[in-house]
C-alpha cells in the first residue's frame, strides 16, 4: 500500500522547490537622492489629489513655497518630491533632505489646528497636540468651530497651511544643505552675466568658486540671505588672502544693514542684551 492515501488513490507527487525569487533592482534604485522630499501616510493622499474634491491644494502651494523661501534666502530652491510611503503612520508625513529625515509632523486632514494659550483651547472641543513647526501647545478641531477659535483669540490653520507652514521653516533651517557646489556655481554663472568685470577681477586674485561656496553655505547656516552676490563677492575681492573664518566676518559687516533690517522686523530699534564679564 505504499504511496496510496487512505482511499487508496495514488498520493500526488511532491512539488519541486521553487528556486527563490530573483529581487530586481529598480533603476530608481540608483539615481541621485532627491534633494527634498515629502513622505505622506495613506490619510493624506487626498491633500496631494487633485482628483478630490476639496483637496489637493498642497502641489499647488508649493511653487509659493520655494517662491518664497528662495526671495527671502537668495537660493534657487530645488524641486520637492512627494511620495506615499505606507509604512507611517496614516496621518504622518515626513520631510528629507537628501534622503536624510530631518523633521516630521502629524495632520489631521478633516479638522483645522488651532494655536493659542492652553486656558483658551480647553474651551474648545479637540484633541491636544503639538504645532510640528514651532511645538507650540494647540488642539486639533472641528472646521465648525473656526469661528469660536478665532473669538477666543487663537490662530486656526487647515491641514495644507500646516504643512506648507512646517516645510517652509524647514527649507529655512536646511538652506545650507540645500546649496550644493553645483547649485552655486549656477548662480554664480547667472550673477556673471550682469557683474562681468567683478568675477573677472575674482577670478585674476585667485578667488575660486569653492571658497565661495563654502562662505555662502555658512551665511545660510546662519539664516543670513545671500541675495546681495554683488556686496559679498566685493567683499571677497578686497580681502582675497582672508580664510574662511575671517572672511565670513568681514562679510557679515559688509551685510550688517541688511542683517539688522532682518532683525528689527520693520521696527525702528533693536533690542539687544549686553553680557558684562566681571
Known amino acids: 500500500l ?5 482511499d487508496a488513490s495514488p498520493a500526488p507527487p511532491p512539488e519541486p522547490e521553487k528556486p527563490p525569487a530573483k ?27 487633485p482628483k478630490v474634491s476639496g483637496h489637493g491644494q498642497l502641489l499647488s502651494r508649493i511653487p509659493l513655497v520655494r517662491q518664497h523661501v528662495g526671495v527671502a534666502l537668495g537660493l534657487v530652491v530645488p524641486g520637492i518630491r512627494f511620495r506615499d510611503d505606507l ?5 504622518v508625513y515626513q520631510i528629507l533632505v537628501r534622503g ?12 483645522y489646528l488651532t494655536i493659542g494659550p492652553v486656558e483658551k483651547l480647553e474651551a474648545l472641543e479637540g484633541e491636544f497636540d503639538a504645532d ?7 488642539k486639533w478641531i472641528d472646521p465648525g468651530l473656526q469661528v469660536e477659535s478665532d473669538k477666543l483669540g487663537c490662530m486656526c490653520f487647515d491641514p495644507v497651511s500646516v504643512i506648507c507652514t512646517h516645510l517652509t521653516e ?12 553645483e547649485g552655486a556655481s549656477y548662480q554664480l554663472s547667472l550673477h556673471k552675466n550682469y557683474e562681468p568685470r567683478l568675477h573677472a577681477a575674482l577670478e585674476k586674485r585667485g578667488v575660486d568658486e569653492v571658497k565661495i561656496w563654502q562662505l555662502l553655505q555658512e551665511l545660510l547656516r546662519e539664516r543670513v540671505s545671500i541675495r546681495d552676490l554683488t556686496t ?9 588672502e582672508a ?34 564679564d566681571h
Open 2 to 6: 505504499e504511496g496510496l492515501t487512505e
Open 23 to 49: 529581487v530586481e533592482k529598480k533603476i530608481s534604485d540608483f539615481v541621485p537622492l532627491d534633494p527634498i522630499e515629502v513622505r505622506i501616510g495613506r490619510d493624506l493622499l487626498s491633500l496631494v489629489d
Open 87 to 91: 509604512v507611517l503612520k496614516p496621518d
Open 100 to 111: 536624510r529625515k530631518v523633521a516630521s509632523g502629524r495632520v489631521c486632514v478633516k479638522k
Open 132 to 138: 510640528p513647526t514651532f511645538l507650540q501647545v494647540a
Open 170 to 181: 524647514t527649507l529655512w533651517r536646511q538652506a545650507s544643505q540645500l546649496l550644493t557646489f
Open 232 to 240: 559679498i563677492l566685493q567683499t571677497l575681492l578686497v580681502h582675497p
Open 243 to 276: 580664510g574662511l573664518n575671517e572672511s565670513l566676518e568681514k562679510v557679515r559687516r559688509a551685510l550688517a544693514p541688511q542683517i539688522t533690517q532682518s532683525l528689527t522686523e520693520g521696527a525702528l530699534h533693536l533690542e539687544v542684551v549686553l553680557l558684562l
